[in-house]
């Protein structure tokens, strides 16, 4: 009897960044497509993925909203941090030039990433639902003035002519993935440099934010990461969203995280795992 492959999902079809992220980090894995982040997380909260590979910040157009609210409700761990340098090409149709292309198709995001050069060649940007599937729909179309913007994995796949490379308004355009398993699987203390993602909710008293982070800088403990977002269309019920430098087991955080659980009306740790290198070439880690 062979031995079943352990799998990976992402969002998207077949071509996108995100499977190309899977590659990368799980060569040995089975890079599954989704068509939705919520199929990729049941898929893993069901036991039938071994893990998700999910975006979540973008260096040019920043944060993916929908991640940090299924985060906390999911149920699921981070156990990996992958960056991904996103180069982003302008595709179409065999025949076609940058003359008879007229629309851009692709993911909103990498529409935004690509918005001064898009302008410059005076075309119009149509919104896809992710930028390999826009891919595909400009290849079944066979349109000559449509183009996609994608990955050159994604033209290779649907048999698309690349009209312009690197067509990236930034040459930092990097994508931040994390990636998630059914069951927490933290990084030893001290063996390497950790970064701990966790979630809380401050009590509704004056100052709360100020007093709970304040743990933070009195311990010297870095924070490289602090979102905010409403819960249920509730004003006053905030949430926030964190990453911070350290293992909980090592003192400073470990004394940090207690003032803040004093501040905070829930607190949970979603995640400790392995910096990811890019973190130390970046400049953004010691």
């Avoid at 893990?51 to 409700?73: F, K, Q, W």
């Avoid at 950790?194 to 933070?216: D, E, H, R, S």
Wanted: hydrophobic share 45%; net charge neutral.
């Amino acid at each position: 009897m062979t031995k079943k492959r352990r799998t990976i999902v992402f969002q998207g079809e077949p071509g996108a960044n995100s499977h190309i992220a899977c590659h990368e980090a799980y060569p040995d894995h089975e890079a599954v497509p989704c068509a939705t982040f919520e199929d990729a997380f049941a898929a893993v909260a069901a036991g039938e993925a071994n893990l998700a590979m999910i975006p979540i910040e973008n260096s040019v157009a920043g944060r993916v909203t929908d991640i940090h609210h299924l985060m906390p409700t999911a149920g699921l761990h981070i156990v990996a941090e992958h960056f991904l340098p996103i180069r982003q090409q302008l595709m179409a149709p065999k025949g076609a030039t940058l003359s008879t292309v007229k629309t851009v198709q692709s993911h909103i995001m990498a529409l935004g990433q690509c918005r001064n050069t898009i302008k410059k060649l005076g075309l119009k940007p149509v919104i896809g639902a992710d930028t390999a599937g826009s891919a595909r729909q400009i290849a079944e179309a066979g349109d000559k003035t449509h183009a996609a913007i994608a990955s050159r994995l994604a033209a290779e796949i649907y048999g698309l002519v690349i009209l312009a490379e690197d067509i990236e308004d930034e040459t930092h355009n990097t994508t931040r993935f994390i990636v998630l398993a059914r069951a927490p699987d933290w990084l030893a203390p001290g063996k390497k440099p950790a970064i701990t993602t966790f979630v809380f909710k401050v009590k509704n008293i004056p100052a709360a934010l100020y007093k709970a982070l304040g743990g933070f800088a009195t311990n010297g403990v870095n924070m490289t990461k602090l979102e905010s977002y409403q819960l249920e269309g509730n004003f006053a019920a905030t949430q926030f969203y964190a990453d911070v430098e350290g293992h909980p087991d090592d003192r400073p955080l470990k004394l940090a995280l207690e003032e803040l659980a004093f501040y905070s009306s829930e607190m949970k740790i979603l995640g400790v795992y392995p910096a990811h290198p890019y973190r130390a070439s970046d400049g953004k880690m010691s």
